[in-house]
């Protein structure tokens, strides 16, 4: 039996929560390196010299490094085009697709934490995002229509926004708006999702 082709860096209760159920949903085999927050083996040298930053999640695929999470889901999705989790180059969802994904870091997460620490963006001419009502009424103006963010086709892209909205909701930094909320449900009642949550209990566990 060959090993398998993918080194996963994860650490319960985190953001690597999402590409642990995008794993699941692609269904492939992986080689699971668990980290520990609490104890902070993420800042290990030997993980520091994989990965600078000490942050999860992370792959390791063919000798190549992969960090920051919409990257690492972006490059699954893509390296198994057969699952259908990822629009093909010429597929009039790849741009739509592709802005989603980016929108994560390069917007949201960074307005997320400005408006968690009580802190006032940049003005506009210097802000990433905007206002963190912009942002926030950009996300619930995609999710109306439904049933998933790209409309009828479940992406990679809902793994990454199902699992952040449903964590940022639960600690009432994104409101619970109905668009929201019923995403967030149609996301998390999918399989993979509850067996990517079931792991995570048991590797927490774990560490307790």
Avoid at 80 to 101: C, Q
């Amino acid at each position: 039996m060959n090993a398998p082709e993918i080194t996963f860096f994860h650490a319960p209760q985190s953001r690597s929560r999402g590409t642990l159920a995008l794993l699941e949903e692609l269904g492939v085999d992986y080689d699971l390196h668990l980290l520990d927050l609490k104890a902070g083996t993420q800042r290990d040298p030997a993980y520091l010299a994989l990965n600078p930053l000490g942050k999860v999640p992370a792959i390791r695929h063919d000798g190549a490094m992969v960090t920051e999470q919409p990257a690492v889901m972006m490059y699954l999705a893509d390296l198994h085009p057969d699952k259908g989790l990822a629009p093909a180059i010429g597929d009039p969802l790849r741009g739509p697709y592709l802005r989603w994904m980016v929108f994560y870091g390069s917007c949201f997460e960074p307005a997320l934490v400005d408006h968690s620490m009580q802190r006032e963006p940049a003005p506009h001419a210097t802000s990433p995002y905007g206002t963190w009502q912009e942002v926030l009424d950009a996300i619930v103006a995609q999710l109306t229509p439904g049933p998933w963010l790209l409309g009828e086709r479940f992406t990679a892209a809902d793994v990454l926004w199902g699992t952040a909205l449903h964590w940022t909701t639960m600690f009432k930094l994104v409101p619970d708006v109905p668009p929201v909320r019923d995403y967030i449900a149609r996301v998390r009642a999918r399989p993979a999702m509850q067996r990517a949550e079931a792991k995570d209990a048991g590797f927490l566990a774990s560490q307790s």
